[in-house]
């Protein structure tokens, strides 16, 4: 039997954000190589993706459960720690994991956060977005994650040559502007940085 990929998400294009663009890539990249289906809420239609689309009107456990029953993936990948995502899945059988921070910090302020933590050591392999999101994966969990930065489209953004006569480092910030974010806190670290080096920030 072939391999295919289902990638289990409520955020996807054409919605616009970060955990959106973020699937779509995994998504384009991978379905390359072999086939991909990506089951989501109807968000609306994609023009010329490489990968299928399922798009649920209700997206419950039992109905994810049911759709992975009859596509029968060898791979199941849950783009963000949901408790409906996670539920299906784990309904479904063995599932990867992708987490990006606010989504399992949030859950555990909620009533189902035992079972919620549960089912995210269940996820093999676990992914994290950054190191400070294993860091904290690791310690609720105890399980190490792997680590995959998002990371640009080759075809529309490339690295610039920096002209080596320009040696000054500079900082680079791209994300919404929320307190969790810790743009406050780099801000305030720029004067202890600049008396160490000379630095730009944009």
Known sequence: ???????????????????????????????????????????????????????????????????????KPTQVLVGHAHPKLLLGAWLWGSYSLLVHGNDFLAAQKRWHRPFFNYLLRQGNPLIANSRATAVHLQKMTGQKAVVVYPGTDPDRFSPTHRSRNNPTPTLLTIGRLVPRKGIDTMLQALPIILQETAVTYQ
């Not at 391999?3 to 990249?29: C, M, N, S, W």
């Not at 609306?44 to 399922?54: C, H, N, R, T, Y």
Request: no cysteine.
């Open 1 to 71: 039997m072939g391999k295919h990929l289902v990638i289990l998400t409520l955020d996807f294009k054409p919605a616009a954000g970060g955990v959106q663009e973020y699937l779509f890539q995994v998504g384009q990249r991978i379905a390359r190589h072999y086939p991909v289906t990506v089951i989501s809420p109807p968000l609306g239609a994609l023009p010329d993706v490489a990968f299928e689309q399922i798009q649920l009107a209700r997206l419950s456990p039992m109905a994810i459960w049911q759709t992975l029953r009859r596509l």
